[in-house]
């Protein structure tokens, strides 16, 4: 499972809109591998803070209760499937 810890709506509609058809273009490409779910400070926000990060935007890759992967920033690039792929099929 993927979480993608959102920030408060203090940014443009449009830029929200953007970073959420980002992320469902993702989950297209990992398929059925991981799921990645978001999750927004306003409306979840001690989950949010459960985590302690620092910084927000941040995506977290978990299985079974156990972080395999924390990074700041939105899960975008050419090298992010690749990875979260890698690192959910170790250990």
Request: hydrophobic share 50%; glycine share 6%.
């Amino acid at each position: 499972m993927l979480l993608v810890l959102l920030p408060p709506v203090g940014t443009a509609p449009q830029v929200r809109a953007a970073t959420l058809a980002a992320l469902a273009a993702l989950q297209q490409e990992l398929g059925a591998a991981i799921r990645v779910l978001t999750v927004d400070e306003v409306s979840h926000p001690s989950v949010v803070h459960s985590f302690h990060t620092t910084e927000l935007p941040c995506f977290v890759l978990m299985r079974q209760g156990v972080e395999l992967l924390r990074q700041g920033g939105l899960p975008e690039g050419e090298t992010i499937v690749p990875l979260l792929l890698s690192k959910s099929l170790s250990r």
